[in-house]
């Protein structure tokens, strides 16, 4: 996967709104209607996608709990659905 990297600036409009460039939207994948979430760490403030960044975030808290319970590989996974629906069927 390539990076990209540039700089891009806006102006902050009178009730606090700012108007994200295209090339910022096209880079974190958003358009109309989406939302972004802000991470301020310090004077630094990171824009980023806010779905992208909720499933990451759930992904760091998920992270181990398959293998607690025997999930090893996708292919447990996809059995364990199988499994799972084959029981909810069978009821």
Do not use: C
Request: net charge negative.
């Amino acid at each position: 996967m390539t990076k990209t990297v540039f700089v891009n600036d806006a102006q902050i409009l009178k009730k606090g709104q700012v108007i994200i460039p295209k090339n910022v939207r096209t880079a974190l994948g958003v358009e109309s209607g989406d939302r972004v979430t802000f991470i301020v760490d310090g004077s630094n403030v990171r824009l980023v996608n806010s779905a992208v960044y909720a499933l990451m975030h759930f992904q760091e808290q998920m992270h181990g709990e398959g293998e607690k319970v025997g999930l090893f590989s996708e292919e447990d996974v996809v059995n364990w659905i199988t499994q799972s629906r084959r029981e909810e069927n069978a009821e």
